[in-house]
Nanobody, 115 residues
Framework: QVQLVESGGGLVQPGGSLRLSCAAS????????MGWYRQAPGKQRELIAT???????NYADSVKGRFTISRDNAKKAVFLQMNSLKPEDMAVYYC?????????WGQGTQVTVSS
């Protein structure tokens, strides 16, 4: 059974930081490309960061320079370090695991940015 479990969300003030984690089980983690998506109320889910099985990263323009994606294959986990958070970053954040035609999703973790 494949599981992706996100954690680390919460309430943070504008300008603050959060580190999201996504723990994977039931997959050969090292061969999967991992991603972080977010979905704000009334908006479509958007891809914000990816890291390939080889460690290459890519970011949406909206988070470039503020967010950093990383992975630890030994721990079967992917992380999203979020700095300089803005109110527009408020959303439910999801991690994904992709390999060829397979895609798995986590259940999401809420990030609220408010003073």
């Amino acid at each position: 059974q494949v599981q992706l479990v996100e954690s680390g969300g919460g309430l943070v003030q504008p300008g603050g930081s959060l580190r999201l984690s996504c723990a994977a089980s039931g997959i050969i983690f090292s061969i999967y490309d991992m991603g972080w998506y977010r979905q704000a109320p009334g908006k479509q889910r958007e891809l914000i960061a990816t890291i390939t099985s080889g460690g290459s990263t890519n970011y949406a323009d909206s988070v470039k320079g503020r967010f950093t994606i990383s992975r630890d294959n030994a721990k079967k986990a992917v992380f999203l370090q979020m700095n300089s958070l803005k109110p527009e970053d408020m959303a439910v954040y999801y991690c994904s695991a992709d390999h060829r035609l397979l895609r798995y999703w986590g259940q999401g973790t809420q990030v609220t940015v408010s003073s």
